[in-house]
């Protein structure tokens, strides 16, 4: 079945160091996205890609790096500047072009605990 | 970029329809109009979306206001497994993607009572 893979599900770290978030997709999508989601709050997103090796930033990109070397992989680094990790992050894609009101398909998250 | 406007919570009762609001004042005519609805501790999931005309498909109906500042999701028969948050964003379907209008604002927390 096609899909959003994001591992791992849990993702413990101590303060101070850096952390990357995996998400893969076989949907043979070209636009893949970033978010963050706090308790209780909706989802902000930190950085999302319309094509392989591009990348812009969203509304929250402080204190976090991606990369796009392939179609289906946009890995997120959680670095040691971003001053409260501790959140749900959620990876979702979509086709872009004439269909750009295609939906976003999303992974079912990795919950990351920083202390 | 044109944001919406939702109710934090709605209660209805199970088996029967639910209408879920949701206001978008300043929508602009390539605006597509998206819903999605979240489990806990789940990623979110497409539900359902339009342009003008009203929609169906298995999960819902989307009901689009003439002026299309407005539009309504509607869950014909309620079960507990629809208890979800609902987050109602707009999408421009003429920049080619990318991020424009992905906002996810809290969206409706749907209580479902059995």
């Known amino acids: 079945d096609g899909g959003i893979t994001q591992s791992p599900k849990y993702l413990f770290r101590k303060e101070g160091q850096n952390v990357t978030l995996s998400c893969e997709q076989n949907l043979n999508h070209d636009a893949m996205y970033w978010y963050r989601q706090d308790p209780g709050q909706g989802l902000r997103l930190i950085y999302y890609?319309?094509?392989?090796?591009?990348?812009q930033k969203g509304d929250i990109a402080e204190g976090y790096s991606v990369s796009r070397e392939k179609k289906e992989s946009f890995p997120l680094t959680v670095t040691s500047a971003q001053k409260n990790p501790t959140a749900f992050y959620l990876c979702?894609?979509?086709?872009?072009?004439?269909?750009?009101?295609?939906?976003?398909?999303f992974g079912n998250g990795t919950r990351l605990t920083v202390t | 970029d044109a944001k919406t406007t939702q109710p934090n919570s709605m209660e209805s009762n199970e088996e029967e329809p639910v209408h879920l609001p949701c206001n978008h004042s300043t929508i602009s005519g390539t605006d597509y109009i998206h819903w999605y609805r979240q489990l806990p501790s789940q990623g979110p999931e497409y539900v359902i979306h339009?342009?003008?005309s009203n929609v169906n498909n298995r999960m819902a109906s989307l009901a689009i206001a003439e002026d299309r500042k407005s539009s309504t999701l509607i869950l014909h028969r309620a079960t507990l497994r629809d208890a979800a948050v609902y987050y109602c964003i707009l999408r421009d379907g003429y920049s080619g993607g990318g991020a424009d209008g992905l906002t996810f604002g809290k969206g409706t927390h749907l209580i479902i009572q059995p």
């Open positions: 979702a894609s979509s086709n872009v072009g004439s269909v750009s009101n295609s939906p976003l398909h």
């Open positions: 339009g342009l003008t």
């Open positions: 890609s319309q094509i392989v090796n591009d990348f």
